[in-house]
Nanobody
Framework: QVQLVESGGGLVQPGGSLRLSCAAS????????MSWYRQAPVKERELVAT????????NYADSVKGRFTISRDNAKFTVYLQMNSLKPEDTARYYC????????????WGQGTQVTVSS
């Protein structure tokens, strides 16, 4: 049974930090690129950051460059998103996504974790 379980969300003040985690199980974690997406109310889901299977390539949305850092620990089957200098516009539900390196039709979503940035 495939599972992607996000954690670490919550309420934080502007300028604060949060670290999201996504624990994976039920598939070969090391064969998948991992991404974080987010979706705010009445907005489309957007890609935040992606890290390839070995961590050799990382990409970020322009809106989070320099503030967010994606990383993964293949030994722990976990991907992280360190979020610094948070802004109110970062408020969204954050989703973990896994996509197979070679078979793009093999992908999985987590249930998401809510991040709210507010004073």
């Amino acid at each position: 049974q495939v599972q992607l379980v996000e954690s670490g969300g919550g309420l934080v003040q502007p300028g604060g930090s949060l670290r999201l985690s996504c624990a994976a199980s039920g598939f070969v974690f090391g064969s998948y690129s991992m991404s974080w997406y987010r979706q705010a109310p009445v907005k489309e889901r957007e890609l935040v950051a992606t890290i390839t299977s070995a961590g050799s390539t990382i990409n970020y949305a322009d809106s989070v460059k320099g503030r967010f850092t994606i990383s993964r620990d293949n030994a722990k089957f976990t991907v992280y998103l360190q979020m610094n200098s948070l802004k109110p516009e970062d408020t969204a539900r954050y989703y973990c996504h896994a996509r197979h390196t070679y078979y793009s039709n093999l992908y999985y979503w987590g249930q998401g974790t809510q991040v709210t940035v507010s004073s």
